[in-house]
T-cell receptor, first 110, second 117 residues
């Protein structure tokens, strides 16, 4: 099935650094979602975006719904060890099924 | 709220046997549940959409006779992998959409790791 392009594929950062990742699609979505998955667990919803241009925060996380509706961005400020994991974007048109991104694996270097 | 559980969390079975995985919404009702499959270091791939009281809708390439889905109640969907083979070894994750919500977001279970020997 279709997948969204997510970049970067992996990131190695030091604790305290800010993180940016993005997700792009060749087609328009009405909803963009960002999930985090820890090893051996299911994804947990971080942020949901419903309007083009929308900027939403959840603690140190901020996500934006791209104005073209074909992309979305996630930023994490002042990273901490528990931010380690895989971040997935997901897009949806109307009430259709979710299309997931390829994932960004975040690793914090001690 | 909106907690989804899966049972078992891990299962090892022999090739040729069948294994059933349960997905339960613990504190809400869900008319729609989804089953995903995830291989190591890959994204989630939707296998099927399970609707309470009706037949599941399978994604292209997913064998409905091999992956039997039963959504018998508003809080339970089951996935049975029949005649399992080693290539069926994977991480299976379900999700559910709460009936009460105005939004349409999926809440995911913790996943079931299936190993076929």
């Amino acid at each position: 099935g279709q997948q969204l392009n997510q970049s970067p594929q992996s990131m190695f950062i030091q604790e305290g650094e800010d993180v940016s990742m993005n997700c792009t699609s060749s087609s328009i979505f009405n909803t963009w979602l960002w999930y985090k998955q820890d090893p051996g667990e299911g994804p947990v919803l971080l942020i949901a975006l419903y309007k083009a241009g929308e900027l939403t925060s959840n603690g140190r996380l901020t996500a934006q719904f791209g104005i073209t509706r074909k992309d979305s961005f996630l930023n994490i400020s002042a990273s901490i060890p528990s931010d380690v994991g895989i971040y997935f974007c997901a897009g949806r048109r109307g009430n259709e099924k979710l299309t997931f991104g390829t994932g960004t694996r975040l690793t914090i270097i001690p | 709220g909106a907690v989804v559980s899966q049972h078992p969390s891990r299962v090892i079975c022999k090739s040729g046997t069948s294994v059933k995985i349960e997905c339960r919404s613990l504190d809400f009702q869900a008319t729609t549940m989804f089953w995903y499959r995830q291989f190591p270091k890959q994204s989630l791939m939707l296998m099927a959409t399970s609707n309470e009281g009706s037949k599941a809708t399978y994604e292209q390439g997913v064998e409905k006779d091999k992956f039997l889905i039963n959504h018998a109640s508003l809080t339970l969907s089951t996935l049975t992998v029949t005649s399992a083979h080693p290539e069926d070894s994977s991480f299976y994750i379900c999700s559910a959409i709460p009936l009460f919500q105005g939004s349409y977001e999926q809440y995911f279970g913790p996943g079931t790791r299936l190993t076929v020997t």
